[in-house]
């Protein structure tokens, strides 16, 4: 369905077992789970209200630049390293990256074996957007952060994404960067008492608490770590890493813009992780700056040498090597956002049109993404019958409709009509044009917040994904990973897609 790879056996676009369909052996991930699951869900109307800041910030504008100003002032105030940069003396590292992590359920744990097994060695972990679900708030992360990475030994640093802003990044900030303090917008004007009104206040911080959880699951020195800020540089002889704060609506102040093109600037290689992916969805989104300019600007100027950037927020796996000027340069744009909360589609991306459909990549497989919906909404309807495809099923029409070859083979099915009708209903697009907003339903046209409880489930195959590095001094080789949650994948997980891009 995304282009064919030619890739290691096992994973799923070699076999429907590659893929988690069938387990052979439960996995381990439930003998983790804590003795109480939080029933985590998104059609609750107690989740949605406490959610309501994303509504108040779209409607009367974001926050976080104004939060995030204060936050940094503090930061500086009490010494934090000069240009929020960490040092490290290695040429030659590895790390691991994912986002979307904490919703603290089965699919967030499912995650934890397999990237144990695919990390050893690693030096270090990134939380790309998200790290807590709902609202960021402090009291979530000894169950959500905490408790779930236990076992990674390295350093964790994040980048936080629209739901960390949901309590004003006040446990954000507190978890990472040790500073605790007021995260309340500062409304102004006329109408400033209705967003006041609504506005869904930072929960408490119980200090002792969260250090008991610290010491409990992520207590070994080699574990510890303080990050300069909400937005940050990880300098390395060969490769600058830099991760930048898109608050709720995905754009960043003027003060973090003129960071980042100072910590951009020189011949050293980089890398951008931000909470929001500039390509997604075969769509791009450059991401405003404060005062004028684009993050992909940036990213985009030849004088910067960036060679990758990766954004969460999109709970899916997806690759874009874009070529960004004429002389053929290709800048890698990854979505990396499946960590381990709900599965957004990716039966519902057309055709790729910001590069050619034989480069790009995603995992799940389009089939894969639509027999998983049709399944979740023949439950929920209560008509299995009628809306359940198997992946081969899903995977014929979806050649049919967006009129791709599949990059797991089958023998050529022709979809039937009942298919046919599944595929329109779920928003698979014809080709490479977009459906009309009107012909969006109901996938595509709903809101996130209002389809997602139908993109959860706590049975495998999960879809979730996570990438692991390899950087030297002539080349980063990633590579990405499956968690199915599948007993057969954890201590060798499928490698979904791996690329290799040169810095010298």
């Known amino acids: 369905m995304c282009a064919e790879q030619a890739a290691a056996p096992e994973n799923s676009r070699v076999s429907e077992a590659g893929a988690g369909w069938a387990c052979r052996r439960p996995g381990t991930f439930r003998d983790l789970l804590p003795e109480h699951v939080p029933d985590f869900s998104w059609r609750r109307p107690k989740v949605l209200w406490r959610s309501r800041n994303d509504v108040v910030a779209r409607l009367f504008g974001d926050p976080s630049n104004a939060i995030r100003r204060r936050a940094v002032a503090a930061l500086r105030e009490r ?21 979307d992590t904490g919703e603290g359920d089965r699919s967030q744990y499912a995650v934890v074996p397999p990237l144990l097994h695919a990390s050893a060695g690693t030096d270090f972990m990134v939380v790309a957007s998200d790290v807590i679900y709902p609202t960021g708030d402090a009291g979530d992360y000894p169950e959500k952060f905490y408790r779930p990475y236990r076992g990674y030994p390295a350093p964790i640093y994040a980048v936080p994404g629209n739901h960390d802003w949901y309590d004003g990044l006040r446990g954000f900030l507190h978890v990472f960067c040790g500073l605790d303090g007021d995260c309340s917008p500062q409304w102004r004007g006329a109408l400033a008492f209705i967003p006041r009104l609504f506005w869904r206040r930072s929960g408490e911080v119980d200090q002792r608490e969260l250090a008991e959880a610290r010491a409990l699951y992520r207590g070994d020195p080699g574990q510890q770590t303080v990050q300069p800020g909400p937005y940050w540089a990880i300098d390395t002889p060969s490769l600058r890493i830099i991760g930048i704060d898109t608050g709720i609506t995905g754009g960043i102040d003027r003060e973090q813009g003129e960071w980042l093109r100072e910590v951009s600037a020189g011949p050293k290689p980089k890398m951008l992780v931000t909470g929001k992916p500039l390509y997604v969805d075969a769509e791009h989104h450059p991401g405003p700056i404060e005062g004028g300019g684009t993050v992909d600007e940036i990213v985009r100027d030849p004088a910067h040498h960036y060679v990758l950037a990766v954004g969460g927020d999109i709970h899916n796996y997806q690759r874009y090597p874009v070529k960004v000027d004429a002389s053929g340069r290709v800048v890698q744009y990854l ?39 049709s399944q979740l909404y023949g439950r929920w309807f209560r008509m299995p019958g009628l809306f359940d495809l198997t992946p081969e099923e899903a995977t014929a029409v979806i050649r049919s409709r967006v009129g791709i070859e599949p990059g797991r083979g089958y023998n050529g099915l022709q979809p039937s009509r009942r298919a ?10 014809r080709g490479g044009r977009r459906r009309s907003r009107f012909l969006r339903l109901p996938v595509r046209r709903m809101p996130q917040r209002f389809r997602s409880e139908m993109a959860d489930w706590d049975n495998p195959p999960f879809f979730k994904s996570f990438l692991r590095l390899d950087v030297t001094e002539s080349a980063i080789r990633i590579r990405c990973f499956a968690a199915t949650g599948c007993g057969d994948h954890e201590t060798a997980p ?6 290799t891009i040169p810095l010298r």
């Open 494 to 499: 499928p490698v979904e897609d791996e690329v």
């Open 420 to 429: 046919r009708f599944v595929a329109f209903v779920l928003g698979v697009p």
């Open 335 to 373: 979505v990396a956002g499946g960590g381990g909360a709900f599965m957004h589609a990716t039966h519902t991306i057309p055709r790729a049109d910001v590069v050619e459909e034989k480069d790009f990549r995603c995992y799940p497989l389009r089939g894969d993404s639509l027999s998983r919906y």
């Open 79 to 99: 010494g934090t390293p000069a240009a929020f940069t960490v040092h490290r003396s290695e040429p030659e590292f590895s790390f691991v990256l994912m986002g």
